[in-house]
């Protein structure tokens, strides 16, 4: 294992677990607790946990804004969908990724494949697969910047979009439910993943269990539109029973799945 797959691991750790102590730590990886140590010195001074003595949480995201926020909010979920969801996809293939704390975490999973084609117009994602060491390409859109959530929207990102034919787009959501299927919050957002599908073969929806009968302000696209639906647990009722009627693969893929 090299350092940096072992300090991937260690943020999966405590993410899934929101805190872990150096011993545990060395007992998981097997690796003594001095490397331990200064492993978590480095995430630490990169922003990725916050180390305390005798271990690491997450790190605190106060007056670091919204998006901050979310990518701490069911965290261990989080990472438990980026872990399934990046089985889906193998190297030589073009992927849209849209903005999202879910997305960002597939994205860190997504970088160690080699040989992708990424399009997307999130800035964080775009950074960690463009500093990845697989050989990437990577097109960032154009268009309105929006500094709270990192990403491009508007007209100029939507254009931009069909310039291009993907194998897959992997989309978060705001809510899911029976009537309207995939939601946003934000119509610019909505709009963007509108055109990512268009231009598009399959659509992976990466969503935890929190959006399940949710309702969102914006609709993106019909249940039957999901090729795969990655989750933390399946969806139940009626969710369920659409889903299964429209052919979606779900990967419920948390312990209790």
Not at 2 to 19: G, H, K
Not at 56 to 69: D, K, T
Not at 79 to 101: M, N, Q, Y
């Amino acid at each position: 294992m090299t350092p940096r797959e072992r300090r991937t691991r260690i943020v999966d750790i405590v993410r899934q677990n929101e805190r872990a102590g150096v011993d545990a730590l060395a007992v998981a990886l097997d690796i003594s607790r001095e490397t331990i140590r200064r492993d978590l010195t480095e995430l630490a001074r990169a922003g990725k946990i916050h180390k305390y003595h005798g271990g690491a949480m997450l790190p605190s995201v106060r007056g670091e804004g919204p998006f901050q926020q979310r990518m701490a909010d069911n965290a261990a979920a989080k990472a438990i969908i980026a872990a399934a969801a990046v089985e889906l996809f193998k190297p030589g293939e073009t992927i849209f990724i849209d903005t999202g704390s879910t997305t960002l975490y597939f994205a860190e999973k997504l970088a160690e494949l080699a040989d992708l084609t990424i399009v997307t117009n999130s800035a964080e994602v775009a950074r960690v697969m463009g500093q990845a060491r697989g050989r990437h390409r990577v097109f960032l859109l154009g268009g309105e910047y929006s500094a709270d959530n990192r990403q491009t929207v508007g007209t100029l990102a939507v254009a931009q979009i069909r310039s291009f034919r993907a194998h897959h787009v992997v989309l978060t959501v705001g809510g899911l439910d029976t009537r309207t299927g995939v939601m946003d919050f934000n119509i610019e957002e909505a709009q963007v993943a509108r055109a990512m599908i268009d231009q598009a073969d399959r659509l992976t929806v990466l969503a935890d269990a929190a959006k399940f009968d949710r309702i969102a302000s914006f609709e993106v696209c019909r249940l039957a539109a999901i090729a795969n639906l990655v989750c933390d647990r399946p969806p139940a009722g009626g969710l369920g029973e659409a889903l299964a009627r429209t052919g979606t693969r779900i990967f419920p893929a948390g312990p209790n799945a």
